[in-house]
């Protein structure tokens, strides 16, 4: 891939549906763009997501996700996949850093042991309390303050 070949600086990588963006996925992608010059986020796609999730989810579509994460300033791109995970994604990307939210560990980040075996970083993001897609959906159709 040429595209890596070129790249001076470390290459971040984070993943995950994205189905509403609230501030714990945005201090997870502050955290993954310090640590590297270009930061990749892999999406999961509408049908991902409902093998993973279930029926009533996502409640965007991977277009509609795909773009306001582009929007954002510290993300350079946004790459859809539709596995259920994105290791084949990791290993076509070869990032020097994968990083993922607090409630994950080293051992279950899918890719750790291709990123690591590379002489890549594994990072995990502390969970900011109080945010999270699954809690604010259920506030919602509670009909609870979200």
Same mark, same amino acid.
């Given at each position: ?9 470390? !290459?971040?990588?984070? &993943? #995950? ?6 501030? #714990? ?8 763009? @310090?640590?590297? #010059? @270009?930061?990749?986020? #892999?999406? &999961?796609?509408? @049908? ?10 996502? !409640? ?5 996700? *795909?773009?306001?994460? *582009? /929007?954002?300033?510290?993300?350079? /791109? ?9 290791? &084949?994604?990791?290993? *076509? ?15 279950? !980040? ?37």
């Amino acid at each position: 891939m040429h595209w890596r070949r070129d790249q001076r600086e470390r !290459v971040v990588f984070t &993943n #995950g549906v994205f189905d509403l963006l609230h501030p #714990g996925h945005i201090d997870v992608l502050l955290a993954a763009r @310090a640590l590297g #010059g @270009a930061l990749i986020v #892999g999406c &999961n796609t509408d @049908a991902s997501v409902r093998r993973l999730k279930g029926p009533s989810r996502p !409640v965007r579509t991977e277009q509609e996700r *795909a773009i306001v994460l *582009a /929007a954002l300033e510290v993300v350079d /791109a946004v790459v859809l996949f539709d596995e259920d995970t994105p290791l &084949n994604l990791i290993r *076509a990307l070869t990032p020097d850093v994968l990083v993922k939210g607090g409630d994950y560990t080293v051992d279950t !980040v899918v890719g750790s042991q291709d990123v690591l075996a590379r002489g890549g970083e594994v990072v995990i993001v502390p969970l900011t309390p109080g945010h999270s897609t699954t809690g604010t959906l259920h506030r919602v159709r509670s009909g609870g303050v979200p």
